[in-house]
């Protein structure tokens, strides 16, 4: 079992930046895939990005390309995302997310274990 823990949200006008983190608990954090994933009142889920276990690859949504970066840190068992350049239509709460054996790293499906998310607002 695996727990994960998100923090770092809050309000920020549009320009700003955030970086949101997630610590998981347990010794086999190095194992896992990690991603960020976001929903916004009314929308479904979208996959947002996704580290690799060894931090070496990781791809985003074309929505964030650009601007939000994420990494791992397998020492503290913890994943960010630095979010910079945010626009209102990042509005969102923010979760992330382990899989212990992935194919597709934007299918919402594929990750086992979820934290509670983070609400991220974007005001104009």
């Known amino acids: 079992q695996v727990q994960l823990v998100e923090s770092g949200g809050g309000s920020v006008q549009a320009g700003g930046s955030l970086r949101i983190s997630c610590v998981a608990s347990?010794?086999?954090?190095?194992?896992?895939?990690m991603g960020w994933f976001r929903q916004a009142p009314g929308k479904e889920r979208e996959f947002v990005a996704h580290?690799?276990?060894?931090?070496?690859?990781?791809s985003y949504a074309d929505s964030v390309k650009g601007r939000f970066t994420i990494s791992r840190d397998n020492a503290k068992n913890t994943v960010y995302l630095q979010m910079n350049s945010l626009k209102p239509e990042d509005t969102a709460v923010y979760s992330c997310?382990?899989?212990?054996?992935?194919?597709?790293?934007?299918?919402?499906?594929?990750?086992?274990?979820w934290g509670q998310g983070t609400q991220v607002t974007v005001s104009s």
């Open positions: 580290i690799s276990r060894s931090g070496t690859s990781t």
């Open positions: 997310a382990a899989a212990r054996s992935i194919v597709v790293v934007t299918a919402a499906l594929e990750y086992d274990y």
């Open positions: 347990g010794r086999t954090f190095s194992s896992y895939v």
